[in-house]
Structures are given as C-alpha cells and as structure tokens.
C-alpha cells in the first residue's frame, strides 16, 4: 500500500488577517521569506507525497502562480546570471505535481476533504492543514504513514496542549499501544469545551485516511459551528466495531501555529532563529530588544480578539 498523494485545504478566507488577506490567500502569507504553503508542500513532498491536490476557493489564483513557471522573473535572473535567486524561483515551481480544484461552498474542513475523492480514489492518502507548519527537523508524516500501511488504518497527529488551549481543536480519547508513540483513538470531539474535553491531546493538522473516509463524509451531518467536520467522520470511523479503527501518532516535535497573528508572529521568530542566514544577526539583536521591553506598549495601541477559527476562515 504506497501512499503518493496529498490533500491541502486552502479554501479559508482568512479573515483573521485582513487586511492582509483581502486581495492575497492566507496561504501565501510569509513566514520569513516563503509562503506558508510551500512550507506545507515540502513537508508532503519530504514524505513521499509528491502529488498534491489543493482545495481552493475564489482569490486563491496566486496560489496556482506560486507552484507555476514565472518566465518573465526565470529570465531576468537568468540574464543576469543570479543563478542563487534563480533557484529559488524555479524550486517551487518543480517541487510537486500540483492539482487543482475549488470547493464551491465553504461547508467545512469534512466537505473540503470530500471534494477529493475523485482525485484520490480508492487510495489512502494524507490531509495536510495549512495553518499548522511541522518543523522539517521532526519526523511526523512520515511515520503516519508507517503506522497506517503497518495496522491499515487511520492516523491522526496528536499533540499535548495545555487544557486551556483544547477548546482550539479536536480533542481524543485514546488508549495506549506497545508503541510508546502511537495510541488507539477511541473517540474524537471537535473543539470542547476544557471541562467536556476527553484529554488534551490535540488533532494538529495531519491526518493519513483510508478511502473509506469519502464514503461517511458522504453523511456526515453539520457538526460544530454548523460545518461538516472530518473529526465528526472520524469518530464514526473510530466507533466502528468491526472497522480498522483509528490510532494516533503523538507528536512532540517542534510545530508552528501560523493560524492566528500571535502565532504566526511567534513562528517567524522561532523559524528565523534557527536559520543560518539570518540567526546569527536576529538573535543578539531579539535579545538586546527583549531587554528592553516595557510591559505595557508605548503607543498604547490595542489588538483586537480574533477568535477561535475554522478551517473555513
Ligand atoms: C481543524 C480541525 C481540528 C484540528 C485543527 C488543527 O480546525 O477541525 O479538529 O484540531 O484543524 O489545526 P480549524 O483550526 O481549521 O478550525
């Protein structure tokens, strides 16, 4: 059972960032110097998933441009001879087998995955979230995609999360196995409150689905903020008492929340940090920034709440 292919939703408007996002895809947002969503496209790809699927939306072409040919940049750099800023643009563009389809309506992350079916067909694959970036240092997807060709199943991504974070994501039940990594999903709750929560492993977004995913979307009902909600199908695949149930694999890696602005912030940083370019500058100049940090912001500027999101926004 080889897996080849990936899913990525990116139908969200992004409304968390607006103005940002009102003309340019979230997904295209930088972190550092590259769009969040070649980070996620590399991850795939670094995994044996070079066909990629994209669900897109409207406002989404930049997108399309991004994984493209750029010919009027491939020729300039070329004539110049910048052979370095020539290999960054052409990176992109040879990374992946890229494909293409719109979700029409925005009914949730569950009716995003479905819109893949005909792409996928009878094949496991994997679903890859956009908002959440796994450092390329960390094995995650990879072994996902052990655990499911070595017990058949399902596997979720789970991550320990302080209690007063779960009500940001789908929560597990689980049981332990004989590997001290993986663990037995025995149900799934789309965003709980902290005291109806089942643990505080949370579902990060990866996910390697058995086909059989496509045919309980198919009747998955609404769930949580009136969305289709794959943790919804994935409960019922996890209930199944004849089924190949779901397990997880529990991450304790480094991943980067780019999802709201706090974090996104955050993840700049700590990837900026970390890199050889630009580290060795940014960190004596954060830590002499830090130091001089007052509690309170000067210009006495406020930041709105922004909310808890949906893979719809
Ligand atoms: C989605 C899933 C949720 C998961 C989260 C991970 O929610 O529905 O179960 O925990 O992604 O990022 P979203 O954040 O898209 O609303």
Do not use: C
């Amino acid at each position: 059972m080889v897996i080849t292919k990936a899913v990525i939703p990116a139908a969200g408007l992004g409304t968390r960032f607006l103005p940002a996002t009102k003309a340019m895809p979230k997904e295209m947002l930088p972190v550092v110097d590259k769009p969040a969503i070649q980070y996620v496209v590399e991850e795939a790809v670094g995994a044996g998933l070079d066909d990629v699927l994209l669900i897109t939306g409207r406002n989404k072409n930049a997108l399309e441009n991004h994984f493209d040919r750029a010919t009027e940049i491939e020729t300039t750099l070329q004539a110049k001879g910048d052979l370095e800023k020539l290999r960054r643009v052409m990176y992109s563009t040879d990374l992946a087998d890229m494909h293409y389809v719109r979700q029409g309506d925005p009914k949730g992350l569950g009716h995003a995955v479905l819109r893949a079916k005909k792409h996928v067909g009878a094949q496991p694959f994997a679903v890859l979230l956009g908002d959440d970036i796994i450092d390329g240092r960390d094995v995650l997807l990879t072994r996902m995609i052990e655990v499911a060709q070595e017990r058949g199943t399902s596997v979720v991504a789970l991550l320990e999360v302080d209690p007063s974070q779960i009500h940001l994501y789908g929560a597990a039940a689980v049981d332990k196995t004989d590997d001290d990594d993986v663990v037995r999903v025995r149900g799934l709750v789309e965003k709980p409150a902290a005291e109806d929560a089942p643990s505080n492993l949370a579902i990060i977004g990866r996910y390697v689905l058995q086909p059989e995913v496509f045919d309980v979307l198919e009747h998955t009902e609404p769930g949580k903020g009136g969305e289709i909600q794959l943790t919804d199908a994935l409960q019922e695949m996890a209930a199944e008492a004849d089924g190949p149930g779901v397990y997880g694999v529990v991450f304790r890696g480094r991943r980067y929340d780019t999802g709201d602005r706090l974090d996104y912030l955050k993840s700049i940083v700590q990837l900026a940090v970390d890199r050889e370019d630009l580290g060795p500058q940014l960190r004596p100049w954060l830590r002499e920034f830090a130091s001089g940090l007052a509690d309170e912001p000067s210009s006495g500027q406020t930041i709105d709440e922004p909310g808890v999101g949906s893979s719809q926004d």
